[in-house]
């Protein structure tokens, strides 16, 4: 029995989906922790994508439990879309339940969210505009909507018009925006309530039961740690805590009963939005990772900024969420380079550090550091062992283990189930993966 936290090393977008999707297959229960619809995750099953973005991706296997846990926000419209759409592709949604004190978007959130981003000018963060942030903020205020409200209906209609008049306010007056009818989102949102019903639960007690009854419960997280509201390159985060300890407050689980954390990085970098990335790469080698990567959001569509893989923040990560292993994605991307850069370091102002500056001005004056490795030239996707692949990748995943001290356990080298490398089973197997360089053993430092 194991409980594991699958949590993104960069800034997200790093193929949790595909991992969790993977570690579901050993999973009884799967729980999403944070985020909201922002959040996008795309698996490949048998040439058949399944875009989510509030559903856990072990849905694809009917026997697993799926829960949407306290510390999500909950946009209703999208989450049923994606039940339909699940249901039309005949995937079953009933093992889906729903947090009740998971909180509500409402239409006024995403309303400001992209107002409020608008007039940023060139101070924007980069918000995808779905409302998460308003969300979480009325939450952090105590004015937010949570999903047991939805089911009250007289206590909903009082509590939407005392907010929408309230929130009225701010559109016209401060965004000059036309305002809301109350009388028609208490409808509409009364009408996703009955759809959901069936789903609403105490999640946390869910959780605590099946812990009781020693079922593998796996803890999926949107974003990554550079995203964190509090560990990330504030400002340009996002509005919840993607790291590893979230997942307690974001389930309703305690420290004690987390077995194990995962952290996902991809065999490079990427970043969607504003924000300090020193390896980003604007000329030919960012535009040959974003192609061959297709480096396009699942939830916005927007390009993702493409660089070398970053040490400096993948150490970061290891510490912030206390690593056992790594999953290491999209490592076929590389496989066309001649050389392939790492960044082992940092410069600001003429100092070398290998620490990550949490200090914002001082990230956004950091310059990479790197160590440059030979390119294996030749294709990694048919791999589907370490004997199988070049010995130049065999070299590099080396390096990256050594580098910032943690094993791997996978190895993804493309979109589908099967383009895979399970070096060790990081759920139930031992907290060991890849050899150093050297030839000594990595193992995990818990």
Not at 64 to 69: D, L, P, Q, R, Y
Request: proline letters at 5%; aromatic letters at 6%; a negative charge.
């Amino acid at each position: 029995m194991a409980n594991v936290v699958v949590i993104g090393a960069q800034w997200g977008d790093e193929g949790k989906g595909k991992i969790t999707d993977l570690l579901s297959k050993s999973a009884d229960v799967v729980v999403r922790y944070q985020g909201g619809v922002n959040a996008g995750h795309t698996v490949v099953v048998e040439e058949q994508t399944f875009k989510l973005h509030l559903i856990p991706s072990g849905i694809l296997y009917p026997d697993t439990e799926c829960i949407i846990g306290c510390g999500t926000v909950i946009d209703p419209q999208v989450l049923i879309e994606e039940l339909d759409q699940l249901e039309a592709l005949k995937i079953s949604t009933r093992n889906l339940l729903i947090s009740q004190n998971a909180h509500v978007t409402m239409p006024y959130h995403r309303l400001i969210d992209q107002a409020s981003e608008e007039r940023r000018g060139s101070y924007k963060i980069g918000t995808t505009g779905r409302g998460i942030g308003p969300t979480y903020a009325d939450k952090s205020e105590r004015t937010g909507i949570r999903v047991l409200d939805l089911m009250d209906t007289e206590g909903l209609r009082e509590q939407v018009r005392w907010t929408i008049d309230y929130k009225n306010v701010i559109l016209e007056k401060l965004y000059n925006l036309p305002p809301l009818d109350a009388e028609s989102v208490i409808e509409q949102y009364l009408g996703y309530a009955e759809r959901l019903r069936p789903h609403i639960v105490d999640s946390s007690l869910k959780i605590y039961d099946a812990i009781g009854r020693r079922r593998n419960v796996l803890f999926e997280g949107a974003q990554g740690t550079l995203l964190d509201l509090d560990h990330g390159t504030y400002p340009y985060v996002t509005s919840s805590n993607p790291v590893a300890g979230g997942a307690c407050v974001g389930a309703g689980v305690g420290p004690t009963m987390i077995d194990r954390v995962i952290g996902v990085a991809k065999a490079y970098t990427t970043r969607v939005g504003e924000g300090p990335f020193p390896t980003e790469q604007n000329g030919s080698v960012g535009e040959m990772l974003c192609d061959r990567g297709a480096e396009f959001g699942t939830t916005t569509g927007r390009k993702r900024r493409c660089g070398w893989f970053d040490a400096v923040i993948g150490r970061y990560a290891v510490r912030i969420n206390g690593l056992d292993c790594l999953a290491i994605t999209k490592l076929d991307v590389l496989d066309e380079l001649e050389e392939i850069n790492v960044c082992v370091a940092y410069e600001i102002d003429g100092d070398r550090t290998q620490d990550f500056p949490t200090n914002s001005r001082q990230f956004s004056r950091c310059q990479p550091i790197y160590k440059t490795l030979p390119g294996w030239k030749q294709s990694t996707a048919d791999c589907r062992t370490l004997e199988d692949l070049p010995q130049q990748a065999l070299d590099y995943l080396k390096f990256l283990a050594e580098l910032m001290d943690v094993p791997i356990a996978i190895v993804s080298l493309g979109a589908s189930r099967d383009q895979t490398i399970i070096v060790e089973d990081p759920i139930h197997g031992p907290k060991r993966a890849l050899l150093h360089a050297n030839g000594t053993p990595v193992t995990s430092h818990r």
